[in-house]
């Protein structure tokens, strides 16, 4: 059964600082992985979209990377932005999980002022 | 396309009233989720259908859910009776050919059942 961990868990930085968000899955059996970010009380808005042999994505700020024989991805974010604030989560689909998505826990992000 | 889109968004019901949620997918899209969101259990897949036809119900808690699809455009995802622990986020998504090309979330419905 494949499982995502994100790590950390919570994260706070001023403004202006890059930071590194992390996410791990047991399967690298994988067909993409996607970066999503979700604000409160909302819907989740894809960021990223990595396919299996992708090893990175970029866009704008955001830059997501693919490791997938360590089972690892990490999103990138430059120059952060209070606007950033929000909570960002990773997920994997894969061979071994059919169609469906396999969510990790999420890292909030607060970027202060 | 305007995405995937979920209605109602937002539903307060009575304890043992009968919820019915729903949702159109982005159009062309083979593959539609059905995903809850709870703090305690974060983001948990209900059920899955592709052209249609349910794969996999695995993640259904109880028989007092069910979902439909009667056609390409258009699913339901149904509680009766409800109850005050079904209160979450419940989220749609679509994608084509399996996630190929990712997948797309609704905004979601939220629940209260009080």
């Known amino acids: 059964k494949q499982e995502v961990t994100q790590i950390p868990a919570a994260l706070s930085v001023p403004e202006g600082e890059n930071l590194v968000l992390n996410c791990s899955f047991t399967d690298s059996a994988i067909y993409n992985l996607q970066w999503f970010r979700q604000d409160p009380g909302k819907g989740l808005t894809s960021l990223l979209l990595?396919?299996?042999?992708?090893r990175e994505q970029t866009s704008g700020r955001l830059n997501a990377s693919l490791d997938k024989s360590s089972g690892r991805s990490t999103l990138y974010i430059a120059a952060s932005q209070p606007g950033d604030s929000a909570t960002y989560l990773c997920?994997?689909?894969?061979?071994?999980?059919?169609?469906?998505?396999?969510f990790g826990e999420g890292t909030q992000l607060t970027v202060n002022p | 396309d305007a995405g995937v889109i979920q209605s109602p968004r937002h539903e307060v019901t009575e304890m043992g009233q009968e919820v019915t949620l729903r949702c159109k997918p982005i159009?062309?899209?083979?593959?539609l989720f059905w995903y809850r969101q709870t703090m305690m259990r974060g983001l948990e897949l209900l059920i899955y259908?592709?052209?249609?036809?349910?794969?996999?119900d695995s993640g259904m808690p109880e028989d007092r859910f069910s979902a439909k699809m009667p056609n390409a455009s258009f699913s339901t995802l149904k509680i009766q009776p409800s109850e005050p622990r079904d209160s979450a986020v419940y989220f749609c998504?679509?994608?084509?050919?399996?996630?190929?090309?990712?997948?797309?979330f609704g905004s979601g419905t939220r629940l209260t059942v009080v």
């Open positions: 998504a679509s994608s084509l050919r399996r996630g190929l090309m990712g997948y797309t």
């Open positions: 159009s062309g899209h083979d593959y």
């Open positions: 997920a994997v689909s894969g061979e071994t999980s059919g169609s469906r998505l396999t």
């Open positions: 259908f592709n052209n249609n036809v349910p794969i996999d």
């Open positions: 990595i396919q299996s042999s992708q």
